[in-house]
């Protein structure tokens, strides 16, 4: 592995852990419909949660060939939990902060599969074909 891909998967690792803090900026902005009184109670469970799927979502497409599989599900999840939010807040009951929560480890899921999909190495000899 060059040093030049090496660092651009740190940078990607970087990146991918920017998204744990994605709560703190929601919290400074208030763009989801929820009240601050969620946003306090929630805020450490969205930060635990979205670590955990940012974890997760690097060792999925790392360590798999799953990465843009895993991505666009939780992006297409993500996004029907932000539809959930907007748009039908009223007929949840009480579920307020799991839709926040959701929101937040979702988002941090699919960034994380997304920069962290593994590359075939260019330099690698491909594989001799089998014949049986």
Do not use: N
């Not at 469970?45 to 955990?52: D, F, G, H």
């Amino acid at each position: 592995m060059t040093t030049a891909r090496r660092i651009a998967d740190q940078a990607k690792a970087a990146v991918s852990l920017l998204a744990t803090t994605l709560p703190l900026v929601e919290r400074a902005y208030a763009v989801l419909p929820v009240s601050q009184r969620v946003r306090a109670d929630a805020l450490p469970a969205a930060m635990v949660a979205t670590v955990l799927c940012v974890i997760a979502g690097y060792a999925t497409a790392r360590h798999s060939f799953r990465g843009l599989e895993v991505g666009w599900t939780s992006l297409v999840l993500f996004f029907v939990v932000i539809v959930a939010l907007f748009g039908f807040m009223d007929l949840i009951p009480r579920g307020d902060r799991a839709l926040y929560i959701l929101c937040f480890a979702l988002f941090g899921l699919s960034a994380a599969s997304f920069l962290s999909i593994r590359h075939e190495d260019p330099d690698a000899k491909p594989a001799k074909a089998t014949s049986w």
